[in-house]
């Protein structure tokens, strides 16, 4: 079972004021990566599973594999070519303009993966294209969850689970 002895942390990092938390532990033991992805795949319905640049891209592929699905990008703006969905972003040391390909998301169930939930300003945005591109319906799949910032309040509607809470 993951827990929050697995990850470093780093006062201070990217900005004063953040704890960050480094999953690079968890990727290199190959038990606990496995039990990271196992807990992230739900026991529900998915058509297609959605990785969030940078850190969900590692989760989400190997979720997908294992549910025997497809899966698509939120990239950062600039990133990606095509027909594009865009959203402005708005995370708790910036702000960010993301990307998704509304191809084959159309009436969907999608599974969103990113690393961290804390503000919610990325998973709303992410919510946000997703349903402009037709998604059926929309979850998140969190490997930390940060308690006592609103990240779950502005998902509300959506069935949000996290493997690991920080208070």
Do not use: H, W
């Amino acid at each position: 079972m993951i827990t929050l002895a697995d990850f470093d942390t780093y006062p201070d990092f990217p900005v004063e004021g953040i704890l960050f938390y480094d999953i690079s532990p968890i990727l290199a033991d190959p038990v606990r990566f496995k039990e990271a992805c196992d807990a992230l795949t739900p026991d529900a319905e998915i058509d297609v599973v959605v990785g969030v640049d940078a850190r969900g891209f590692i989760f989400a592929p190997v979720v997908a594999q294992a549910m025997g699905i497809g899966m698509s990008m939120v990239r950062k703006k600039g990133k990606m070519p095509g027909e594009l969905l865009e959203a402005d972003a708005t995370i708790e040391y910036g702000a960010s303009e993301l990307v998704v390909s509304p191809n084959g998301l159309a009436g969907k169930r999608v599974l969103v993966i990113d690393d961290v939930l804390a503000t919610g300003g990325t998973a709303r945005a992410v919510a946000d294209m997703l349903e402009r591109a037709g998604a059926a319906s929309v979850r998140f799949a969190f490997l930390m969850e940060i308690a006592g910032l609103p990240g779950r309040e502005r998902l509300a509607e959506y069935a949000v689970e996290s493997v690991v809470t920080v208070d």
